[in-house]
């Protein structure tokens, strides 16, 4: 893990240990769905074949092993399946050179000393900015059309970095692969998706205050990020959630009305009071 | 950079190279006698400031640091991405002094944690024909790029007057730079500094 007191700014011990404690409580949700699903593929086998199992079984214990073989193939190929990748419609165009926006773009990865990657703009009623993996691997960084009109220039540079962090840690690959595993949990084992849901989307939720803070920082501008946020927001209206946005790390949550503990972003007072602890450290400085 | 690193975003801090500032003089020299290009004398440092405080107050902070160290005078100003430029003015137009007084604009600003807000460096340059070019130096990346604004934009058919850089030129001038100053590869990471200070 290197050297502890390596990091870029300052550490957060707040957001370090909640980020610690759902990486644990996610993997604790792997090992409960693997058991869980080869618990499952067991009763259906022993359904069928309580003789043939019982009978071969005692010559050769291995074959018990069996169901939790299954188990993981099962979980690595739903996983494999959500990381192929997207293809952005005829909707997502790209932007003037020299526009504002890809001159922000280019600066803040400079300043992050990330490669830059490509802009697209989408056409959508709801303010919001999002990264998709396409299908070649690529990370691009999408905003909505409707977040250009909404949001000032400031606020743009808040999104545009905290997608800039989404894309130099892989999240959306990241939270594509964790939604698979939700997904499958919640449809093959639905007992057990009271825990995992929970475990995947709360991990999902410190990676949005995770990138919050980095987006702050590399803009040294917290309020910006904090007005960014209320705008997006305020703005989102109920009707049919944008599909797309469901593996793709919005930068709001895309769809509302979710149970508390099945929320893919922390609440905007959640989101506040973290911020509020960048601003205050960089006050210190 | 391992799983945790990575979720715990642990990223190391770049260590930067300024001494590749010291290769400007020697640039500005070909700079001169390949293209007429004369330095402007003028160069300046670009950085965020924190929000919630004035230009003044980091202008006068920044000045006190650089006394400190026998630093030259800076003069702060503002830009429309939110961004301060630290200006050093050198007059008559020394670039040798000018490389000093940025290296020194630049290490204050990092020695007093500024450092992950650094963005970059410019030295501007002017032709008789009053031609303007700039060497953007990218602290992070401690490499160099030429912005050239375009001197004949024309108007579009609604009859705005578009920004537009000079693309050919730049490449000239990376491809005659390219012995004296390490050059950025990536042309993505070649931002457009239009309104920066002495250009």
């Known amino acids: 893990m290197g050297d502890r007191t390596a990091s870029r700014y300052g550490d957060d011990p707040v ?47 291995w074959i018990l092993l069996l169901p939790l073989a299954i188990a993981v ?60 993996v396409e299908e070649d691997g690529t990370q691009t960084l999408c905003v909505t059309s409707s977040a250009l009109e909404a949001c000032t220039q400031a606020e743009l540079d808040a999104m545009l970095a905290h997608e800039l962090f989404h894309v130099a840690h892989g999240d959306a690959r990241l939270t594509s692969r964790l939604e698979a ?24 939720r410190q990676r949005e205050l995770s990138a919050d803070r980095a987006a702050a920082l590399l803009t040294s501008r917290p309020s910006d990020l904090d007005s960014a946020v209320r705008t997006c927001t305020r703005a989102v209206h109920p009707g049919p959630p944008d599909l797309r946005l469901v593996t793709a790390v ?25 911020l509020a602890r960048v601003a205050a450290q960089l006050g210190q400085r | 950079m391992g799983l945790f690193d990575s979720l715990l975003g642990r990223s190391k801090p770049v260590r930067p190279d300024l001494d590749n500032l010291f290769g400007l003089p020697s640039a500005a020299i070909t700079l001169e006698t390949s293209m007429g ?17 004035a230009f003044a107050d980091v202008q006068a902070e920044v000045q006190q ?4 160290g026998g630093g030259p005078a800076v003069e702060a100003v503002g830009d429309e991405y939110g961004y301060t430029w630290l200006v050093v003015r050198t007059d008559p137009p020394d670039v040798s002094s000018l490389v000093t007084d940025l290296h020194a604009v630049n290490t204050s600003l990092q020695d007093s944690g500024f450092g992950p807000t650094l963005l970059c460096s410019l030295v501007s340059f002017v032709d008789d024909a009053g031609r303007r070019a700039g060497l953007v130096y990218l602290y992070k990346q401690g490499t160099f790029y030429p912005f050239v604004p375009s001197t004949a934009p024309g108007t579009t058919i609604t009859g705005e007057a578009p920004l537009r850089r000079d693309n050919l030129l730049e490449i000239q001038l990376r491809d005659l730079l390219v012995n004296d100053l390490r050059m950025e590869k990536d042309t993505s990471r070649w931002f457009a500094v239009w309104g920066a200070p002495g250009l």
């Open chain 2, 37 to 53: 290009l004369h330095p402007t004398g003028t160069g300046s440092v670009a950085f965020r400031a924190p929000e919630g405080r």
């Open chain 1, 73 to 132: 193939l099962w979980l690595t190929r739903a996983i494999r399946r959500a990381t192929r990748g997207d293809r952005l419609g005829s909707d997502a165009h790209e932007l003037d050179v020299d526009h504002p926006l890809r001159v922000s773009l280019a600066r803040l990865a400079a300043l992050a000393d990330v490669p830059v990657p490509p802009l697209r703009v989408v056409d959508s009623q709801r303010p919001n900015s999002y990264v998709v």
């Open chain 1, 250 to 274: 919005p930068f709001v949550e895309a769809s509302s009305g979710e149970r508390p503990g099945w929320c893919t972003h922390p609440s905007v007072d959640e989101r506040a009071d973290s």
């Open chain 2, 65 to 68: 640091l650089l006394d400190l």
């Open chain 1, 181 to 204: 595993m939700a997904e499958l949990a919640d449809t093959r084992v639905s007992v057990l998706s009271g825990w995992i849901v929970p475990a995947v989307r709360g991990l999902m």
């Open chain 1, 15 to 61: 957001l370090t240990r909640a980020t610690r404690r759902a990486v644990v409580s996610v993997v604790g949700a792997v090992v409960l769905l693997v058991v869980g699903l080869s618990v499952a593929v067991s009763l259906v086998s022993f359904k069928f074949g309580t003789f043939a199992f019982k009978a071969v079984g005692a010559t050769h214990g």
